[in-house]
């Protein structure tokens, strides 16, 4: 059974940047639920250096038929250049939880 449900992972530069993106998509319906995680270090190049920095991860939940809204809006909204912006196919789950994120992103599959 294909499951139409995606996670897409967004870094954001602080707690505030992070709630901002969190708020705007949950409120647009492109996103159902938005976890921010603060206390990630993000180490990476970028301009031929190695840099470490601190960073907020935002887990969205939202639909297969919803991914690409969300992902062109968060790289509109987001502060950074290239933001990072991850898709993850979701294998399972609990049924009802499914369908919550299914009818709050409108039902699309």
Do not use: F, Q
């Not at 492109?30 to 887990?59: H, K, Q, T």
Request: with cysteine.
């Amino acid at each position: 059974m294909s499951i139409d449900v995606r996670v897409v992972l967004v870094t954001a530069p602080d707690g505030a940047a992070a709630e901002a993106l969190a708020r705007t998509v949950v409120e647009e319906g492109l996103a159902a639920c938005v976890n921010v995680v603060g206390g990630v270090v993000s180490i990476y190049r970028w301009e031929r250096e190695v840099r470490r920095d601190p960073e907020v991860m935002l887990l969205m939940k939202t639909t297969a038929g919803g991914t690409a809204a969300l992902c062109d809006r968060v790289v509109e909204l987001h502060p950074y250049d290239v933001p990072e912006v991850l898709v993850v196919a979701v294998e399972g789950g609990h049924a009802p939880y499914l369908d919550w994120v299914r009818a709050e992103v409108g039902g699309r599959p």
